[in-house]
């Protein structure tokens, strides 16, 4: 069982920087699709990022394109959510998941993911 754990969010001014990091035990993330969602208060957890495992490309949700890049290191156990330029609408919990290995689906949504981390608040004063 793969077992997820967000850290790096905080309180940032409009226009400042974060990075998230989701570190990974009881596996790592070498041959798994990871990704980045968030909830907002009031609304729906939704889709920011993607790194897939078979490629290494990345997805991102328009709002973000530009401004937030998701990566991992070389030793397969930290993916990272570089976020640049934020904003008052990027306040949310940011969530971490993982696939299960070579999972053959691209992680774009929830029901892709199949281990969850809890959260961490990332807050963007105006």
């Known amino acids: 069982q793969v077992q997820l754990v967000e850290s790096g969010g905080g309180l940032v001014q409009a226009g400042g920087s974060l990075r998230l990091s989701c570190a990974a035990s009881g596996g790592t993330f070498s041959g798994r699709g990871v990704g980045w969602f968030r909830r907002a208060p009031g609304k729906e957890r939704e889709f920011v990022a993607a790194?897939?495992?078979?490629?290494?490309?990345?997805d991102y949700e328009d709002s973000v394109k530009g401004r937030f890049t998701i990566s991992r290191d070389n030793n397969g156990n930290t993916v990272y959510l570089q976020m640049n330029s934020l904003k008052p609408g990027d306040t949310a919990v940011y969530y971490c998941?993982?696939?299960?290995?070579?999972?053959?689906?691209?992680?774009?949504?929830?029901?892709?993911?199949?281990?969850w981390g809890q959260g961490t608040q990332v807050t963007v004063s105006s």
């Open positions: 790194i897939r495992w078979s490629s290494a490309s990345a």
């Open positions: 998941a993982a696939q299960k290995l070579a999972w053959p689906i691209v992680g774009l949504t929830e029901t892709a993911y199949h281990y």
